[in-house]
């Protein structure tokens, strides 16, 4: 059977199914508890979820305090599948270099699969949401949405041989990630009003089947395997060895400006994430909440307007790159972040809400820059290691985000819910920083264009 090189529909697929599959579980949780708060079944019309809004109520108090248990739980949920899948996400993805990329997204995948079979048991039968815990955690053991990005950013890299067209390939798999996430979300709500929690979980099962039959029957590797098939099978220590080297040789190898700046670009990094994804992913929350008040189908609307982000982040990408460096379209990106969440702090209408995504239209634009920037840096067998590294920092970044904001946010949201986006804006602080200083040093503007493959390896010879 002939295989094919087009990665692009496994990453649809998973997206779409992922996507669809985490506002609902937020929402599910939320729902839960609520009930076991009222002892009552939750109420939603076509408009609005039911919620109060008199402060003195003491329907109002117990309201909150749901707010804060559904936080709290989604904080220790997202903590207790980050640390198996930051190991797995490493060993995965680093080893792709040698190993091939087709297991960073097999693996995922078939993780996804489980835990959508569980929440689908969990839904029908009105389980305890403490099994929630165990669901997260074996997703994390089949290294979950970090190892497959990870693998599929490698293995976007592999095929890209013009060093040139990597800003925007990568900037097209972000672009994939945005849209897809967007009509996910647009067309959860409806999920959950047609057929349920229930069989929305199934549907999200289904599409997982269908990309793990595509990733074993048809996608090829980037990475040639048939020395390696006959090799003789290393031990685990031999196996543990080379799964650290290429990171430590990353490091330890390179002149010494290359290495200042890797960590520097990594710094940024993972600093603006921290502050995207902390302040991104309270929306939920913030939308079921008092005066918004929001229900499924607005919070499906919400998620959808992301798409508009993603493409013209992704058409920022592309213009910008013809005319500026690659930290100037950073720098922009960056600012239109903070205008968007600032403006969300104080959104307290669907109007101003939906609005909110108006200044945010580039806040996308560093992410897949920065990864272009490392990508370009390194040499074609490191490739696998410095997505390695980015996926680690993706899963620790994301955890120690999501568990930071969603603790703050339980403590702040009974006197202001929208300190946790002005805390994030705040944030954002860090990584401006880092650039800055990049700007004022030599590593910076000639310097970069010059750490191309082809010249790191002509330093590389110098300096031995």
């Avoid at 002892?39 to 804060?68: A, D, H, L, R, W």
């Avoid at 101003?352 to 806040?363: D, E, G, N």
């Avoid at 949201?413 to 705040?426: E, M, N, Y």
Wanted: net charge neutral; hydrophobic share 50%.
């Amino acid at each position: 059977m002939r295989k094919v090189l087009f990665v692009e529909p496994v990453i649809f697929i998973y997206i779409f199914a992922s996507s669809l599959t985490r506002p609902l579980a937020q929402q599910f949780v939320y729902r839960r508890l609520w009930e076991k708060e009222y002892n009552s079944t939750f109420i939603s019309n076509s408009n609005v979820t039911y919620c109060e809004q008199n402060k003195s109520s003491p329907t109002y108090i117990k309201q909150k305090e749901v707010q804060e248990q559904a936080s709290v739980f989604t904080m220790q949920l997202d903590l207790t599948g980050a640390i198996p899948s930051l190991i797995v996400a490493f060993v995965i993805v680093a080893n792709g270099d040698r190993q091939g990329r087709k297991r960073s997204l097999v693996l995922p995948s078939i993780g996804a699969l489980i835990a959508d079979t569980c929440l689908t048991v969990i839904s029908y039968f009105n389980l305890s949401l403490s099994l929630l815990f165990a669901v997260a955690f074996i997703t994390g053991l089949f290294g979950s949405m970090a190892t497959f990005l990870g693998g599929g950013f490698a293995f976007i890299a592999d095929l890209c041989h013009d060093e040139k067209q990597k800003t925007t390939r990568i900037a097209v798999v972000d672009l994939i990630f945005g849209v897809v996430s967007g009509l996910a979300g647009l067309s959860s709500g409806y999920f959950l009003r047609e057929i349920g929690f229930t069989w929305t979980f199934v549907t999200s099962s289904l599409l997982h089947v269908i990309n793990i039959i595509y990733i074993v029957f048809f996608l090829g590797d980037t990475v040639g395997l048939s020395e390696l098939q006959h090799e003789a099978p290393v031990s685990f220590k031999e196996l543990l060895r080379e799964t650290f080297s290429g990171v430590y040789l990353l490091f330890k190898t390179a002149p010494y400006k290359k290495r200042i700046l890797i960590i520097m670009l990594l710094l940024t990094f993972m600093s603006y994430l921290f502050t995207v994804t902390g302040g991104s992913s309270l929306f939920t929350l913030y939308e079921l909440d008092e005066p918004l008040c929001w229900n499924e189908v607005y919070i499906g609307y919400g998620a959808a307007a992301s798409t508009s982000i993603s493409l013209t982040s992704f058409l920022g990408v592309y213009l910008f790159s013809k005319y500026l460096k690659d930290i100037y379209i950073i720098f922009i990106g960056i600012f239109s972040y903070i205008g968007g969440i600032v403006m969300a702090a104080f959104a307290k209408t669907t109007l101003l809400m939906f609005l909110v995504r108006v200044p945010a239209l580039l806040c996308f634009m560093p992410l897949p820059v920065l990864r272009s920037m490392l990508s370009k840096v390194v040499l074609a067998g490191e490739q696998g290691a410095v997505f390695a590294c980015i996926a680690c920092l993706e899963v620790v970044t994301g955890a120690i985000s999501l568990s930071i904001f969603n603790i703050i946010y339980a403590a702040t949201v009974a006197w202001f819910s929208g300190f946790s986006f002005l805390l994030s804006a705040g944030l954002c602080l860090i990584p401006l920083a880092v650039l800055c200083w990049l700007l004022c040093t030599s590593w910076q503007g000639e310097d970069l264009a010059l750490l191309t493959p082809e010249e790191v390896s002509s330093l590389d010879s110098v300096d031995s």
